[in-house]
Structures are given as C-alpha cells and as structure tokens.
C-alpha cells in the first residue's frame, strides 16, 4: 500500500507540473488588449474586431506620430499593441529605447499621383507633394518619377487637396482615401482629376511596409491576429456596416462610401513580420536603420 500511494502520489505531482508548463506568456490574452492606432488606413485594421477589443479592453486612435513614439519608448506603457509607421518603431527598438516588437506589417503603402492627366507629368509647372523627410518624400525619390514638373512640397496632404482644387497644379501626392475624397470634390465643381500613378507599383510588386503592429514583449494576441489577417485578406468583410457602427469621424476617415471604395487602394493586407523580413530590411536602409531578427516577433 505504501508502495502505491508512493506511486500515485508521484503521479499527481507530475501531472500538476505537466499541466502548468504552459507559463504566463503562453496564454492568449486577446480579451483584453489595449490599443493604441494612428487614424485614417491603419485603423481600418481593427474595425471588424473593436466591438470585442472594447469590451474588456481599449483602442484609441491618435492624430500624428508624437504620442505612438512617446508609447514605443515608455517603461510602462498602457498599451499592449501600438500600431506605427514601421521605421519610427525600429528605429527605437535599434537604439535600444523600447520593449516592443515587430508582430506584423499592416498597410502596404497608399500613396498616389493625382492629376488632369498622365501627360501633364510631361508639362511644365509644379508637382505638389507632401511628407518632406517622411515616408513620402523617400518614396517619391525611390520611385524616381518621370516628370518635367518642378518639385514642391508643402506642409499637408491638405494642402496639395487644395491646391488641386483650385486648379493652382495639375498634379499633386496624395494618399487614400484622400486621393478618392479629392476626385470625388473635384468632379462635383466640373474639375476632370483621377489617378495617373500608383507609387506603391513603381517601388515594387507588394508595395513597402509602410505602418506595422508592435506587440510588447512576451504578450500574445494570436486569436486577435488571425482575426484580422482573416479580414484584411479575404475581402473585408462587413467593411460598411462596421464602419457606420463605429463612426467614421472616429476613424479620421472622409466618408463611408469613399473609404469602402477605396480600400483595394489603401493596401491593407496583415502580413507577419517573419514573412517579410527581407521587404522591412530593404525599406529601413532608406532610413539608414539597420535591420536585425532581434526586431520581429
């Protein structure tokens, strides 16, 4: 008898073991995510999960990049996932100034050429641009646009809107789904504008890793992930009425219409960040950031 309980007893003591070897950070902790996300494309990533994340967690979407550099580089930052521009964050995590890693890259690039036509990229005159020493102005200067326009930047996509508007160039950088919002105004005042080049197809075939999902180390959201690699892949499904549930003023987007007929535009394709290392290593050395695997999840 001493002999068996010996025995059961070891037994029970390596099933307790066994049962509890997953650890914390094995865990999938979905439920429960607080999240922070620049608005306008990259927020569409989350439309078909923010009832469930805001059930028992938190989204907040931001104007500008101040605050998402201000989350990456904090101790202890509320947020468990931050969504960026992929260079503001790797460029951190080189330096050694943040605990997060690179999940998965989110939008593709959204950048295009609006104009009067493709050949007023021959005439002479101004090419309006946007984003001087951001993402913009490198792409403009990878892609290496075949023009006889004059350079110009100004200080917001906003501007080359107007400046479109007002018949002041015949062709001006935008992005989506401004690019739609501008074309959809133009026509209602007589004014024929459409899209005459796509940047993200003259930097390559899958575009650039533009805005990525930062995750902090050792948190697991895999259940949240395959959710939105589901959505942003298979067609966006439910796109529309996500949007008029949620409000497209707190997205920072123009209109429902406009956002659902842009989205093929807009690029927004979750990729994790272990499938595209070559693509985020290539777009980096335009920062002169050096790219390591320490960076990816």
Known sequence: MKKLFKYLLCFMMLTTVVGCSGGTNS???????????????????FVSEYENITENGKIDFVDGS??????LSKDNSEYDIIVAPINLGAKLIASDQSDYRIQAVITWGN?????????ALSQTGELALFGEGAVPQLIVEA????TSLTPTYYQS??????????????????????????IAKAKQSGLELSI?????????????PQAAIFVKEGKNYDSLFSKIDEFTNNGYDGLKEDLENIGIETLGLPSVDITVNSIERQNLHYRPASECAKQIE????????????DMIV
């Open 157 to 182: 996509a906003t501007l080359v809107q107007q400046q479109l508007l007002a018949g002041n160039v015949q062709v001006g950088l935008l992005a989506e789904p401004l690019a739609s919002a501008t």
């Open 66 to 71: 101040d605050q998402l550099v201000a989350e």
């Open 111 to 119: 950048l295009y050429l609006v104009g009067t036509s493709k050949e």
């Open 282 to 293: 290539d777009f980096l050395k335009l920062y002169n950031i050096e790219y390591s695997d």
């Open 27 to 45: 865990s999938d902790e979905s439920d429960t995510a607080n999240i922070l996300c620049p608005v306008g494309a990259p927020s569409l990533a």
């Open 143 to 146: 892609t290496n646009i075949e």
């Open 196 to 208: 005459i080049t796509d940047l993200q197809e003259s930097y390559g075939e899958d575009g650039y």
